[in-house]
């Protein structure tokens, strides 16, 4: 499985903010599902995301499921990938694949779509 730009959910009351934000987690509970597959070695599953600020963007419902809650730990890099993106974080763990770019605007979004054929190799 492929996720690009992240795993979006919700906001419980459509309540979207720094400050008064809980997220509605029912629909990432698949995600966790997945995720845990892909560590065993059943699944395979690439998931990129951005540098974002949920809440304040237009697409205020981005947010991440964290590597720990699938048994994983996030790694920082800074490194220099396919497209000219710059990788700041992996997660490499069975056949489980999350990497986190710099970069928040639309381009940068793009190019991660644009860099899959690197990764998937």
Not at 62 to 70: E, F, H, L, N, S
Request: with cysteine; proline share 7%.
């Amino acid at each position: 499985m492929l996720c690009i730009d992240g795993i979006h959910t919700g906001y419980v009351n459509d309540k979207p903010g720094p400050q008064e934000s809980q997220i509605d987690t029912d629909n990432l509970q698949i995600w966790l599902q997945i995720g845990r597959d892909a560590i065993a070695g059943n699944k395979r599953l690439i998931i990129t995301h951005s540098k974002s600020s949920p809440g304040r963007s237009r697409a205020p419902r981005k947010r991440r499921i964290t590597p720990a809650g699938v048994g994983a730990e996030i790694h920082p890099v800074v490194k220099w990938g396919p497209m000219k993106t710059q990788t700041l974080s992996e997660v490499k763990r069975g056949r489980l694949l999350v990497i986190g770019f710099a970069g928040n605007s639309a381009p940068d979004h793009v190019d991660e779509l644009h860099s899959l054929p690197e990764y998937l190799r």
